[in-house]
């Protein structure tokens, strides 16, 4: 059975995805275009094989989670935050390549 690389975050399962191996979640919405952008970096990545074994990728949509957005004080989309066995190691704020992304694992 093929792992689930990209999922999407809710308020309900968002500490249960994030709590165990390396995830980076995308704070993102619909409408902003850098957070297509963004989005399409990290598809690029998936499909290329750049995202190391045993990363996955989360997506909250910031219109549908506010909670979320606030408890991380996400204020500027993209923000991408890492998380490593439930604990956010990292933070990075607009368009990121995917060369940046892969440093910050």
């Given amino acids: 059975m093929e792992r689930e690389v990209i999922c999407n975050l809710t308020e309900e399962n968002f500490d249960h995805k994030t709590g165990r191996g390396t995830m980076i979640v995308d704070f993102w919405a619909p409408w902003c275009g850098p957070c297509r952008s963004q989005s399409g970096i990290l598809d690029g990545m998936v499909q ?15 219109d549908e989670q506010p909670e979320l957005a606030m408890r991380y004080d996400v204020s500027a ?17 607009g368009v990121q390549s995917a060369e940046r992304l892969v440093a910050s694992l």
């Fill in 48 to 62: 290329r094989g750049e995202l190391p074994d045993g990363v996955s990728i989360g997506k909250v949509n910031v």
């Fill in 77 to 93: 989309i993209p923000t991408l935050l890492v998380f490593k066995e439930g604990r956010q190691v990292e933070r990075l704020e």
